[in-house]
């Protein structure tokens, strides 16, 4: 799913940038344009993402919070800027922090199933 390295299409998904082209235990991505970041951080919510990676390849992702695990990142598969195919996978987050008006997500480990709805 790769789509234009500007901005997110248009939906309402909020941008998520992060700092790889894929993600790993330890992972972090930065969320833009929350409306209230730092109630966001201290109380998450659903949302539907944009994940920008490093390589400017564009994936859709939704954070669920009613999980009893926890807060998790579902993503479906995407292939990198150099064409490797990542398959589609759920990860636990580990953390939510504000850094200004962002909140930053730390990914945590796999989450159950690996697949990505």
Do not use: K
């Amino acid at each position: 799913m790769t789509q234009s390295p500007a901005c997110p299409t248009g939906s309402d998904a909020f941008l998520a940038v992060c700092g790889h082209t894929h993600l790993f235990p330890g992972a972090r991505c930065r969320l833009r344009g929350l409306p209230d970041p730092h109630a966001f951080a201290r109380a998450p919510r659903p949302v539907e993402l944009e994940l920008r990676f490093s390589d400017d390849v564009v994936a859709e992702a939704r954070l669920r919070t009613e999980d009893r695990t926890g807060a998790v990142l579902a993503v479906p598969a995407y292939t990198t800027g150099a064409g490797t195919s990542i398959g589609s996978r759920t990860w636990l987050v580990r953390e939510f922090a504000r850094t200004g008006d962002e909140v930053e997500l730390t990914i945590g480990g796999h989450a159950g199933g690996g697949s990505a709805p």
